[in-house]
């Protein structure tokens, strides 16, 4: 019994760990903005699929359905870029994914980075209304795959150049292109055929390495 009980404290103080690695990881410069989701700032959208409030911001789409929260406080052009995110539960994890929005101009014209329950990840690009794939999906060895697993996903933007990371491994390099004054930024999740509920975190903003 006294075994057993061990081993959970291990098991508890390893998940504790790995969570606050996942949060720690880049964004260390001058704080643009940053939302810890104690309780909602009014610049978030509100809607029945989406909750703040207790550390979390939860999004919760229907069934096969796709919602992203845009913040509209602010522009942001060079930026670090940081959040945690989670998702419960897992059917299919092929079939679903989430990300972060960025260089948002309109419906029309924004970029996104995505990361799906199998360790899968892209980059996404949507310009005058086409669709982009600059980095398709493929494995991302330092992604921790399933149901309830913190991944920290971040996106340091310099110029034109876009840099994202899983857990504080690079992913991809590539070449965009900032709009002019910046864009706005936001969360974006989907369900599978039954709802599944995403959970970001620690979000913050900063400038980037110089």
């Given at each position: 019994?006294?075994?057993?009980?061990?081993?959970?404290?291990?098991?508890?103080?390893a998940?504790?760990?790995?969570?606050?690695?996942?949060?720690?990881?880049?964004?260390?410069?001058?704080?643009?903005?940053?939302?810890?989701?104690?309780q909602a700032d009014p610049a978030w959208p509100t809607a029945?699929?989406?909750?703040?409030?207790?550390?979390?911001?939860?999004?919760?789409?229907?069934a096969g359905k796709d919602n992203w929260a845009i913040y509209q406080g602010?522009?942001?052009?060079?930026?670090?870029?940081?959040?945690?995110?989670?998702v419960n539960p897992v059917s299919d994890p092929t079939a679903f994914s989430a990300g972060v929005v960025f260089w948002l101009v309109d419906s029309s014209n924004y970029f996104e980075v995505y990361i799906a329950?199998?360790?899968?990840?892209?980059?996404?690009?949507?310009?005058?209304?086409?669709?982009?794939?600059?980095?398709?999906w493929r494995k991302a060895a330092s992604l921790k795959p399933g149901a309830n697993v913190v991944n920290s996903i971040r996106v340091t933007l310099k110029g034109n150049s876009i840099s994202t990371y899983f857990n504080d491994q690079l992913f991809y390099t590539i070449q965009g292109a900032q709009p002019q004054g910046g864009g706005l930024i936001g969360l974006d999740a989907n369900s599978e055929k039954s709802p599944n509920t995403w959970s970001f975190s620690n979000l913050k903003i900063t400038d980037p390495p110089q």
């Open positions: 019994m006294a075994s057993r009980l061990l081993m959970g404290v291990i098991v508890a103080a998940t504790a760990l790995a969570a606050t690695a996942a949060s720690a990881a880049g964004c260390t410069g001058n704080v643009q903005f940053a939302d810890t989701f104690g029945d699929s989406i909750s703040i409030g207790g550390g979390k911001m939860q999004i919760k789409p229907d602010a522009f942001f052009g060079d930026a670090d870029i940081c959040v945690d995110v989670s329950p199998n360790g899968f990840a892209s980059i996404a690009r949507v310009q005058n209304g086409r669709a982009l794939t600059p980095v398709g």
